[in-house]
């Protein structure tokens, strides 16, 4: 498709929004950013899929639905999570991730 | 007749205390004494039933009264040999035991409806008593060593719980706490003798180990310890834990505190059964004593012989009724030992066996007597001292006639029964070991002297302090007390006639009692001149007494303060045994035990107290401790390939 992207190049991408991902899930206070930087992993995940599968094994499909699983899964973890952080907000008032600190004694 | 009713005889009482010891608060006291009562009676019907058709109305063979086992249940079986039984036994001993402490506690259930109403606790004093007498029957039923120190501990705890029946009295509590830990004490002894003793027979069945043609007797064991056989260790043991329920010198100290229990808790346990339980251990275990360890019964008649004289001249000086009534108690169970421990077996070497149990049987019905009758003295002036008393004769015509009665059997005058019981020991200690002789003839007049001065302090000489204490004239016990008194003295007065030597003897056959004129006429003597003696010291009172202690002054105080024995086991156990061995196990405990626990908990503490920021609870700092591990390994290993 296009051949002359290698696959070198969409692995640093991958790499790149995995760690941009990581930094962020450590760094960020707020529930939303950090929900956004775990997005961020799974879909450097899908993207490396897709990626060697497309590359080393074009006549196979299992990197593809590997993807859409991730897509699938990504989608209901974010309305589980999304979820979580509404009902966080409605007991804290808060969606800093230091002000829930209940749990620690 | 059919023996297997005399389970019965135990179970009854057993039965009563759980109906009263469970439901007692719950019914009105009088219902508790009734159920008490009742079941007590029927136990006394039966085993008179009981013994009648064992002596009299069975024919005995060659061997004599054979023991019959009605009921032998295997209990615990920890192997084909090693097992516990549960069961009956009746032989002589056993029968007529079981007639004394029915007839003794059935007097004292009845007495204790009268002297115990209105107390609190009157469903609880029957539930104890009701266990007691459980207890004390299933001791002398025990067809095995384990069952009876089973028994023997249960004594040991209602004997407890009775005496401490005051409870928010403190005295009765230390006393209480005082019998139970020195019987506790002794029968450690007891314990060990038992396991020494079935470890060298193998069994716990008492027919096996007093069987004279046993492998016990016959073939004697070669081990050796301390120059002694195995054999004579074991019993010596047994005899600890004997003499310790019997409050033989030196164990005796807990005896004249448990005074402080009811008086007539006093009649039954502290004077006619448990205490004599010991003299019953030692005469059930005779063959073993007189066939395989003499000196062993050597060590028996001492002991007995000593803790006779000492209690006597103990007895003289008190002025509690109760505690001269328990040193006196001792004193004839010192008797009795030292009857055992100068008997041989069989025929008329036996002697000695048989006047023991004849003086068993004779004591426990005017020793019962004695305390009763002291117990509606008190109930009549409510005090223990002899000061309070005197000219009580005139108040209590009952009492006074019974007690007199009970003192005449104690001093040994003819015919009443202590005559013939003490005149049998005698002789037996005449004709085996002389010095023991001379010890209870001593004794003799001294219980003389000491019960008739008792008698004249309390209902002749009158003084002017008398009476101070009472809120009202003293006035005689009603019927219900008076009744067992009454039937006590019938007892005391012509239980002395019952043919022992034909009945109780150590092979189990009859024999031909002598009567020894020179020997009855020289104990009649002794105690008659102990009697002219009180009677002229304390008929009226006088300053006599007290110039005849001013006398022999140190003797006099010696003898009141109990010779110190008490001050010597303070001594020995807050001093020796405290400082020496208490202590420094205490300061090992405190130090080196809990200091090494104390140690590891402070150890862990302090490294949790420094890793506990690991647990922050930040999901992202685990993340981050995650990643960096991670990549860690990731690049160790990736050198590690490289």
Not at chain 2, 29 to 50: D, E, Y
């Amino acid at each position: 498709m296009f051949p002359d992207i290698p696959l070198s190049h969409v692995v640093i991408v991958s790499t790149l929004m995995f760690f941009i991902g990581v930094y962020g899930f450590m760094t960020r206070k707020n529930l939303f950013a950090i929900l956004m930087s775990t997005e961020l992993i799974l879909n450097a995940v899908a993207l490396n899929f897709v990626a060697f599968n497309y590359y080393l094994y074009p006549d196979k499909m299992q990197g593809l639905f590997f993807a859409l699983f991730i897509i699938g899964i990504a989608a209901a973890e974010a309305a589980v999570a999304i979820a979580i952080i509404v009902a966080i907000y409605k007991n804290f008032r808060s969606v800093n991730v230091e002000d829930i600190s209940q749990m620690k004694q | 007749m059919d023996y297997s009713l005399s389970v019965w005889i135990i179970l009854l009482p057993f039965l009563a205390f759980l109906i009263t010891g469970l439901a007692g608060g719950r019914m009105k006291a009088i219902v508790s004494g009734i159920i008490g009562t009742a079941s007590m009676a029927i136990a006394f019907v039966l085993s008179i039933m009981t013994a009648w058709s064992y002596f009299f109305a069975s024919t005995q063979g060659a061997e004599g009264f054979a023991a019959i086992s009605p009921i032998n249940m295997v209990w615990l079986r920890f192997g084909d040999t090693l097992h516990i039984d549960l069961g009956v036994m009746l032989d002589p001993i056993s029968v007529m035991m079981l007639v004394v402490i029915t007839t003794v506690s059935l007097m004292v259930h009845i007495y204790s409806i009268g002297y115990m109403q209105g107390e609190s606790g009157f469903a609880r004093f029957f539930a104890c008593l009701s266990l007691f007498s459980f207890s004390m029957l299933g001791l002398v039923v025990a067809t095995n060593l384990f069952q009876m120190y089973m028994f023997w501990e249960l004594v040991g705890l209602s004997s407890y719980l009775l005496i401490g029946f005051y409870y928010d009295r403190p005295s009765a509590v230390a006393a209480s706490k005082k019998a139970f830990i020195v019987t506790r004490f002794a029968d450690l002894g007891f314990l060990l003798g038992i396991l020494l003793l079935s470890f060298t027979t193998g069994t716990f069945d008492f027919q096996t180990i007093t069987n004279p043609a046993g492998p016990l007797i016959t073939q004697p064991s070669s081990a050796m310890f301390m120059g002694a056989s195995l054999t004579t260790i074991a019993v010596t043991l047994i005899f600890m834990g004997g003499a310790g329920k019997s409050a033989m010198f030196p164990l005796h100290i807990w005896l004249p505190d448990a005074m402080e229990g009811p008086t007539p808790v006093s009649a039954l346990i502290h004077a006619a059964t448990m205490v004599v339980a010991g003299v019953y251990l030692v005469a059930r275990l005779f063959p073993v004593y007189a066939l395989a360890a003499p000196s062993a019964l050597q060590i028996v008649a001492w002991v007995g012989g000593f803790s006779s004289l000492f209690a006597a001249v103990i007895a003289c000086t008190q002025t509690d009724i109760k505690r001269v009534l328990a040193y006196s108690t001792m004193s004839q169970i010192g008797y009795m030992m030292l009857a055992l421990g100068v008997s041989g077996y069989g025929g008329e070497n036996g002697l000695g066996y048989m006047a023991s149990m004849f003086h068993l049987f004779t004591h426990a019905m005017f020793k019962a007597l004695l305390f009763l009758g002291a117990g509606s003295v008190i109930h009549a002036v409510h005090s223990n001292e002899m000061k309070d008393m005197g000219g009580l004769r005139k108040f209590l015509p009952i009492t006074h006639l019974t007690f007199l009665i009970a003192c005449l059997a104690i001093s040994g005058i003819p015919p009443f029964a202590g005559f013939f019981s003490k005149d049998e020991i005698l002789v037996a200690a005449f004709q085996h070991n002389m010095p023991l002789f001379v010890i209870e003839y001593i004794v003799a007049g001294l219980t003389a002297f000491y019960m008739f001065r008792l008698y004249y302090r309390i209902f002749w000489s009158d003084s002017e302090h008398s009476h101070d204490n009472a809120h009202h004239t003293p006035h005689e016990s009603p019927l219900v007390m008076t009744l067992p008194l009454m039937f006590l003295a019938v007892a005391s007065a012509t239980v002395g006639f019952l043919p022992f030597h034909e009945l109780v003897t150590s092979d189990h056959k009859g024999f031909e009692a002598v009567m020894h004129w020179d020997l009855a006429s020289a104990s009649v003597l002794i105690g008659v001149v102990g009697i002219v003696a009180a009677t002229v010291m304390y008929r009226r009172s006088s300053t006599l007494p007290d110039r005849i202690a001013e006398g022999m002054k140190a003797l006099y105080t010696a003898a009141y303060r109990k010779f110190y024995i008490d001050e010597i086991y303070v001594f020995v156990t807050k001093r020796i045994i405290f400082n020496g061995i208490s202590a420094p196990v205490a300061w090992f405990d405190r130090h080196i035990v809990d200091g090494t626990m104390n140690g590891i908990a402070w150890l862990t503490n302090a490294v949790s107290y420094r890793i506990r920021n690991l647990q922050s609870g930040q999901l992202q700092w685990y993340a981050f401790v995650l990643v960096i591990s991670v990549i860690a390994l990731g690049v160790s290993a990736f050198c590690m390939i490289r």
